[in-house]
């Protein structure tokens, strides 16, 4: 029809009769003819072929008449007519939807590299940083700056929360500072802290909020 024409640059004069090879790449030849011959003997009455999440199925690629190759997806049927078997081949060209995929495939990757590179920094950081839970305000995670310089293991930092870091007579103070504080970066101030010796020391602390 019409739209095979647009999909494929052939008239449809120039096609009629020509084996159905000259719409697919040479290297999928054999494999195209074993699967439609398997289909016309036992498979079902229709099938759908190069769904973009077909897990463990190689993608179906159309050729132009250029010779460029793009991805489709497309069911095929079959029916018995006059002692004939035909086939019916339904199919669209998916090319920006396997670009679309493809992009936000990457744009995952990007997302959790960076992260594992945020992690890591945490981690491996010079510098004592915690990550707490606003509305507990228990510590969720330490890095090993923090464990060495506090003297708590990360397992005994996890049993706290960070009101515990303070001195008792500014405790209250910590927990009004932190209600309702809006999400982002701050430079919060400088403020005594004590580790597992009871030892006070002054820091300057800086937060972010997610």
């Not at 936000?104 to 920094?121: G, P, T, V, Y």
């Not at 504080?181 to 030892?199: E, I, M, N, S």
């Amino acid at each position: 029809n019409r739209a095979a024409e647009a999909v494929f640059g052939w008239e449809s004069d120039e096609l009629v009769g020509r084996p159905l090879d000259v719409l697919l790449p040479d290297a999928v030849h054999a494999r195209h003819r074993a699967h439609v011959e398997h289909f016309g003997t036992e498979g079902p009455r229709t099938r759908t072929m190069g769904r973009l999440r077909d897990a463990g199925h190689a993608a179906l690629v159309g050729r132009r008449r250029d010779g460029s190759e793009f991805p489709i997806e497309a069911s095929i049927s079959k029916v018995d007519a006059a002692g004939e078997r035909l086939y019916t081949v339904i199919l669209r060209d998916v090319t920006e939807r396997r670009e679309a995929e493809a992009a936000r495939a990457a744009a995952d990757r990007a997302l959790r590299e960076s992260e594992a590179r945020a992690w890591s920094l945490f981690r491996n950081g010079p510098v004592p940083m915690w990550v707490f839970d606003q509305a507990t305000l228990r510590i969720l995670d330490v890095n090993e700056a923090a464990t060495t310089r506090y003297g708590w293991s990360r397992d005994e930092f996890l049993q706290r929360t960070i009101v515990e870091l303070r001195p008792a007579s500014e405790r209250e103070a910590l927990r009004a500072s932190l209600a309702g504080t809006p999400p982002g970066y701050a430079q919060v101030g400088r403020f005594v802290h004590c580790g597992k010796d009871g030892a006070p020391f002054t820091v300057q602390v800086a937060r972010h909020n997610t």
